[in-house]
């Protein structure tokens, strides 16, 4: 029996492997931070085999609550991804998997690798409108890489989506790509009806030395990039400093930026309620994006979310609340689950890598909605 996470996202120490009925492993914590969540190993065992898994020292993770009603995910082929019925006892998540195959993966969201970002980036680079940009070099020196996808024109509502500041939260960029190719799909009515009006700036991967460490929620020294959109630093937040620093040359007429939530099981959106110049105009196009896209799918809801920020008590460090506040625009941060969408629970698969991508087409029949009037 062999464990290993030397791969790209891999995080795990095994503490105990000396039978299968008995493999206790413990998540480590994100460079020079306290945070730990994220896992990605690989199990190379004894076909037919049950083996007993489990995961310690959770009470102290990032998201205690994420592990209630969470089950693991696994893969044989690292494309098709699975749930494993998982139990949670307040600190030990442990699971029975008996393999089909000597070698099985499991992961606490579908990965999505450094090198797939780069196929994403360099096949979209190859559409007619969309042009990649560099805006900076990460401290591990990993790009930070844009996608401008339509024809800019001064006229034109410049919108900016960004994803995986919390690098752990990958969903995020499965959503982000699909978004990405329903723009780049010259047969799309929504996409061609859109670029007619808008420039779309997509920064699909935020943190990828994060990412690529198996953080959680920074990048490679410790820093949690949502929280450093007030005063962000070469040393230790230069991928905001890019994206802002573009977002100002730039400017900003609408701003998605996209996460998952370990806790909460539904797909939810967070406003700018709380920022000083929250405007019956800025109210107005959170609402027309809600209705739209309550409209387009049932897999969105608005009922259960973050508590609302009471006025001018925004947290102006997070960028959604940042970005509205500095360019008076709407700007929401999107959340997904780890889990699953309780509205629509699926136990085979919970929340999935289809399921993203399907929002993230969903989301542009939200912007259309809103498009006209952004400015
Ligand atoms: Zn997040």
Redesign the pocket.
Known sequence: MQISSQFDSGNITVLEATSPQNIKLTINKDNQSNYYQWFHFRLFGEVFEPHSITISELAKSAYPQGWKDYNVLASYDRQHWFRVPSEFDGDNLTFTFTPEQPSVYFAYFIPYSYERHLDLIHDAQMALFCEHRLLGETLDGRDINMLVIGEETPAKKKIWVTAR??PG?TM?EWCTEALIYRLLDEQDGVARALLKEAVFYVVPNMNPDGAVRGHL?TNAVGTNL?REWAAPSAEKSPEVLYVLQAMSDIGVDMYLDI???EALPYNFVAGSEGIPGYSPRLKQLEDTFKAALLAATPEFQDEYGYPKDKPGEANLTVASNAVAHKFDCLAY?L?MPFKDNNNLPDPVYGWSVQRCRQLGEDLLIAVRAVVSTLR
Request: net charge negative.
């Open positions: 500041q919390h939260e995020a929620r949502n996460h998952g939530d941060t959340e």
